[in-house]
C-alpha cells in the first residue's frame, strides 16, 4: 500500500463560500435504475467549487493556499484576488503559496497565469483548456496532465487573426483548438497519483467503488458469460458487455461526430 504526501499542503480549513453538501446518484438515472454498475459507499465528502472558467480578466491574485481535495486527483489552489474575491482553481505542479497569478488575454509566461492559446509560446506546457471560447476549461483537469502548444495554423477563410493552434494531448492525440479559448500555464500537481497502490479492497471501497463480479461466475440471465456446469470458456469470438455489445479492440468514437475535423492525428496505442 502506498500513500500521498500530504506535507507540502497548507493547513487550512475549506473555504465556506466556495464549498457545499454532496448529493451522489451512484451510477442511477433520473428513475433510480442502475446505470453504471459497482458504485456506491464511500466516505462523505465536501464538494469545492473549482473556478474552471477563471473570468476575473486582468485581476491579479495571490495563492493563500494549496490544498487537498477529495472530488478531483489534482490539487487545488485557493486565490484571493486584489479585488477581495476568493477562488479555487486547479493547482499546477510547483505553485507555492504567496506565488502571484493573472488571467489575461496576453500575460507573463509565468506558472498558474491563464491567457488565449494563440499567446502562449510554443512548446508551452498548458492545462485547464477551454474547447469553445468562453466555455469555461474543459480538458487537461486531471492529476499530472498537461498538453503541449505545438504551432498555430491560420483560419480556413485564410486570414491569420483568431485561427487554431496545435496542441499534442496528454493521451498522444494531436488536435487543433481555436486560438482564441484560454488555457493556463503548466503542468498539473500530484504527479505521483498514477504510482499509487491502495493495497485492499477497503480502501477502494472509501473511494465508492464496490466489488466488481466476473461475468463467467453470473447466471446465463445477467452476462452472455453466465451459466455451464464448472468453469467455462466464454464460447464467443470476441469479448463482449453484460448487455451483449462487443468490446475490447471496437472502435466507440461515432465517425460522424463533428468534432473529428479537429482531430489531426489520433493517440498512439
Given at each position: 500500500m502506498t500513500?500521498y504526501?500530504?506535507?507540502?499542503?497548507?493547513k487550512?480549513?475549506?473555504?465556506?463560500?466556495?464549498?457545499?453538501?454532496?448529493?451522489?446518484?451512484w451510477?442511477?438515472?433520473?428513475?433510480?435504475?442502475?446505470?453504471?454498475?459497482?458504485?456506491?459507499?464511500g466516505?462523505?465528502?465536501?464538494?469545492?467549487e473549482?473556478?474552471?472558467?477563471?473570468?476575473?480578466?486582468?485581476i491579479?491574485?495571490?495563492v493563500?493556499?494549496?490544498e487537498?481535495?477529495?472530488n478531483?486527483?489534482t490539487?487545488i489552489?485557493?486565490?484571493?484576488?486584489?479585488?477581495?474575491?476568493?477562488?479555487?482553481?486547479l493547482?499546477?505542479?510547483?505553485?507555492?503559496?504567496?506565488?502571484?497569478?493573472?488571467?489575461?488575454?496576453?500575460?507573463?509566461?509565468?506558472?498558474?497565469n491563464?491567457?488565449?492559446?494563440?499567446?502562449i509560446?510554443?512548446?508551452s506546457?498548458?492545462?485547464?483548456?477551454?474547447?469553445?471560447p468562453?466555455q469555461?476549461?474543459?480538458l487537461?483537469?486531471?492529476a499530472?496532465?498537461?498538453?503541449?502548444?505545438?504551432a498555430?495554423?491560420?483560419?480556413?477563410?485564410?486570414?491569420?487573426?483568431?485561427g487554431?493552434v496545435?496542441?499534442?494531448?496528454?493521451?498522444?492525440?494531436?488536435?487543433?483548438?481555436s486560438?482564441e479559448?484560454y488555457?493556463?500555464?503548466?503542468q498539473?500537481?500530484?504527479?505521483e497519483?498514477?504510482?499509487?497502490?491502495l493495497?485492499k479492497a477497503?480502501?477502494t471501497r472509501?473511494?465508492?467503488?464496490?466489488p466488481?463480479?466476473?461475468?463467467t461466475?453470473?447466471?446465463?440471465?445477467?452476462?452472455?458469460?453466465?451459466?455451464g456446469?464448472?468453469?467455462?470458456?466464454r464460447?464467443t469470438?470476441r469479448?463482449?458487455?453484460?448487455q451483449?455489445?462487443?468490446t475490447?479492440?471496437?472502435?466507440?468514437?461515432?465517425?460522424?461526430?463533428?468534432?473529428?475535423k479537429?482531430?489531426?492525428r489520433?493517440r498512439?496505442k
Open positions: 500513500g504526501d500530504f506535507s507540502r499542503l497548507s487550512t480549513a475549506p473555504l465556506k463560500s466556495a464549498t457545499k453538501g454532496l448529493i451522489r446518484s451510477g442511477r438515472n433520473n428513475k433510480g435504475r442502475i446505470t453504471s454498475k459497482y458504485r456506491g459507499g466516505a462523505k465528502r465536501l464538494y469545492r473549482i473556478d474552471f472558467k477563471q473570468d476575473k480578466l486582468n491579479p491574485g495571490k493563500f493556499s494549496i487537498y481535495d477529495p478531483r486527483t490539487r489552489a485557493r486565490i484571493n484576488y486584489a479585488d477581495g474575491d476568493k477562488r479555487y482553481i493547482a499546477p505542479q510547483d505553485l507555492k503559496t504567496g506565488d502571484e497569478i493573472i488571467t489575461a488575454e496576453k500575460a507573463p509566461l509565468r506558472l498558474g491563464r491567457m488565449k492559446l494563440k499567446n509560446p510554443q512548446g506546457m498548458v492545462h485547464n483548456v477551454e474547447l469553445r468562453g469555461g476549461g474543459k487537461i483537469r486531471s499530472g496532465s498537461g498538453a503541449t502548444v505545438l498555430s495554423s491560420p483560419r480556413q477563410d485564410g486570414r491569420g487573426e483568431g487554431y496545435q496542441l499534442v494531448m496528454p493521451s498522444s492525440e494531436t488536435r487543433i483548438i486560438g479559448s488555457a493556463s500555464v503548466g498539473l500537481s500530484n504527479m497519483h498514477s504510482s499509487i497502490v493495497g477497503g480502501r472509501w473511494l465508492g467503488r464496490r466488481k463480479v466476473r461475468g461466475a453470473m447466471n446465463p440471465v445477467d452476462h452472455p458469460y453466465g451459466g456446469e464448472g468453469r467455462q470458456g464460447g469470438r469479448p463482449k458487455t453484460a451483449g455489445k462487443i475490447g479492440g471496437r472502435k466507440t468514437r461515432n465517425k460522424k461526430k463533428k468534432s473529428g479537429f482531430i489531426i489520433r498512439i
